[in-house]
């Protein structure tokens, strides 16, 4: 039952009389901000009288006037130039509320017509440990996976992983020349990892020390310009002072550009070793792409070696996603497409959509100033032809009626050329969505990296995390009034649970446009907006469920009723009614933050009601059954939204 869309429902029927797009009015009714302008609040009049040429507070009485809510809402109210405010029944409160009691969905219902949804996340490059970097798209994904689950859609997982990109012609290309076998033999994956950042460590030195000659006299070029244009410059002209701020721009780019070529040339130039590695080899970047070539073009000893390798990567992936529990249906990675590309490259010609240019073979979007690359000039594949053969497998065979892709926001470019091209060859019926994220920084709000300056390997940082947590755990319970509860088994366990939740609510909470500080302080700090904080607020609800010494199942079976007695509760009863609204909005906008921020609004309320409403030692046994009800449902919204985001709960703590 979800009680914004009753709203939304109703008014849209009344809106239909003068708009068509009434929808996109409704959509307006949203929480009141304030709880003195009722439940919650329209303001469709404005922009609607607006349009309709209609004085707005005439236009909204006309509206509540129309509308049929008497059995949901007070008397609706017009307040200042427009706004309508509403407020639910208290009746029809305490109904609503005792239908959860007993409801396993807590009042989530199916959608009407189910979806069926690919979710594509995590997909790391599979010969390299997963780091910090990884840690957005698996968090994200996962979530916005069990929330369209959550609300009845058909929902496919897929981990898209890299297991046939270029990175494998760096990786066989240093297990010919720079393997170490022992340590092969001891960590197979960290030796592949350290061989293909050794070949792109010399790749990009070479391709650096080429490019910076050229890097400077076009900065040189461009500083001369700036210069000039500063000079002559009107102050007063717009045009002039935004040619200078983009100037500026461009100059700051190619300096900083310069810095990270000098900073590769600098850093192998200064190693005896590896200065000397990349002396003997000055075309290894295209050695590299030679090897992949061969992979692609089905080279017996390549292909033996990738055979060989994928094995020992995939189980690798597996124990890290065991540990935080990231479960997909499907692993199709770019190998699984690989005979497919061809047919693609040559259906993208027959319909014109891709034609040959300079050697290679290109799709040309309009809007666009860079091709959809499809086919280089050596014959290899690119990511591009593998992601449009991925599209055309899920709608095709796995019947998908809408892909999300979660995906760091720097490919965006990638993904505007993708639908777009994708489009052209028709399939254009199904929705395709980049769903961006931001990057996570260290305190220097540079991207997160180790003091060393080394990426940091998600492993080690979810260990640390869990240390972390234990000392919170220990500490918390040491300083019990009655002494300690938990023992040691027990303060491990819970500290996994606050450990791994504190890193993935860090995550979600946060609006995933935008960049994050990671900050172990505030991942795990007991009040404010963290998982800790919420996880604690469920373990507090269960103690009072155990100091009444009630069976929570025997509470719900015993015909035991929820009645509302004070402000404290009302609110309390309206957040709660409000979770489908939550998973609804978060699905929505494939947003899980709205889900975490719910629950960090209810977990509050909760507090308020558990300061003004005593509940074991109230007044009289209906309002103490009324009032543990509460805490019941209090207790299953909460672990059952924290499950949605891959978080546990405790009822210990």
């Given amino acids: 039952m979800n009680v914004l869309k009753q709203l939304r429902d109703q008014f849209e029927s009344a809106l239909n009389s003068y708009t068509d797009d009434a929808p996109q009015f409704a959509a307006m009714i949203k929480p009141a901000g304030d709880p003195k302008f009722g439940d919650y609040q329209a303001n469709c009049a404005m922009p609607l009288g607006k349009q309709v040429g209609k004085n707005p507070r005439e236009l909204a009485a006309e509206l509540v006037a129309s509308v049929d809510l008497d059995e949901l809402c007070e008397p609706l109210e017009v307040a200042g130039p427009g706004f309508i405010n509403l407020k639910l029944r208290d009746e029809w409160l305490e109904t609503a509320v005792n239908n959860l009691v007993n409801d396993e969905r807590l009042g989530v219902e199916p959608v009407a017509q189910p979806r069926n949804f690919i979710v594509d996340y995590s997909a790391p490059n599979v010969a390299k440990p997963m780091h910090v970097g990884h ?229 040309f979007v309009e809007g666009f100033d860079a091709p959809f690359i499809v086919r280089k000039t050596d014959g290899a594949f690119t990511y591009a032809t593998t992601d449009l053969a991925t599209v055309k497998y899920r709608i095709e065979e796995l019947k998908a009626d809408s892909i999300i892709y979660v995906v760091d926001a720097r490919q965006g470019e990638h993904f505007k050329l993708l639908f777009e091209t994708v489009r052209k060859w028709g399939y254009d019926q199904t929705e395709l969505q980049h769903v961006s994220f931001g990057t996570i920084l260290g305190d220097d709000r540079r991207p997160f990296k180790t003091r060393s300056g080394d990426t940091v390997g998600l492993e080690s940082l979810l260990d640390e995390s869990i240390a972390k947590a234990y000392t919170i755990v220990s500490d918390n319970d040491d300083a019990k009034p009655n002494g300690a509860e938990l023992d040691e088994p027990e303060r491990r366990r819970i500290a996994e649970i606050v450990g791994l939740g504190g890193i993935k609510y860090a995550d979600l909470h946060h609006n995933r446009d935008s960049d994050y500080v990671f900050n172990w302080d505030k991942m795990l700090a007991t009040t404010g907006d963290t998982a800790t904080y919420i996880q604690y607020a469920f373990a507090r609800v269960c103690g009072i469920l155990r100091r009444a010494e009630v069976d929570r199942e025997s509470l719900r079976q015993s015909g035991a009723v929820i009645r509302l007695s004070h402000e404290s509760e009302r609110l309390l009863i309206l957040s709660l009614l409000r979770f489908p609204e939550a998973l609804t909005q978060a699905a929505a906008e494939y947003r899980p933050n709205y889900l975490t921020e719910y629950l960090f609004k209810t977990a509050g309320v909760f507090s308020g009601f558990f300061e003004h409403c005593p509940v074991v030692n109230a007044e009289t046994d209906d309002l103490r059954n009324s009032r543990l009800l509460l805490c019941d449902l209090t207790a299953r919204v909460i672990a059952q939204g924290l499950e949605l985001l891959g978080i546990h709960t405790s009822e210990r703590m």
């Avoid at 698996?138 to 898209?160: E, P, W």
């Avoid at 990109?165 to 960290?190: N, R, W």
């Avoid at 030796?191 to 890097?215: F, G, K």
């Avoid at 692609?296 to 935080?324: K, M, T």
């Fill in 135 to 363: 840690l957005r798209s698996t968090v994200i994904g996962a979530a916005l996976y069990r929330i369209l689950c959550s609300l009845g859609h058909n929902v496919v997982g897929d981990n898209h992983i890299g297991d046939w990109g270029t990175q494998f012609g760096m990786i066989i290309y240093g297990y010919k020349h720079f393997l170490d076998q022992s340590a092969y033999e001891e960590a197979p994956v960290l030796e592949l990892s350290r061989l293909y950042r050794l070949v792109n460590q010399l790749s990009d030195y070479h391709a650096a020390a080429t490019q910076l000659p050229q890097l400077r006299e076009t900065l040189a070029e461009r500083e001369a310009t700036l210069t000039a244009a500063q000079q002559d410059a009107d102050p007063k002209d717009k045009k002039a002072k935004k040619a200078v701020k983009q100037l500026t721009n461009q100059v700051v780019g190619l300096q900083d550009k310069i810095k990270v070529a000098e900073s590769k040339i600098a850093t192998v130039g200064g190693d005896a070793t590896l200065k000397a590695l990349a002396d003997a080899d000055p075309q290894i970047a295209t050695a590299a792409r030679n090897e992949t070539a061969k992979l692609h073009a089905g080279d017996a000893e390549n292909r033996a070696l990738w055979d060989q390798f994928i094995p020992l990567c995939l189980e690798a992936l597996q124990s890290v996603y065991d540990r935080i529990e990231i479960h997909f249906d499907k692993s199709l990675g770019e190998s699984f497409y690989q005979p497919m590309l061809a047919d693609v490259v040559a259906d993208l010609q027959a319909k014109g959509i891709a034609r040959e240019s300079e050697a290679a073979i290109c799709a």
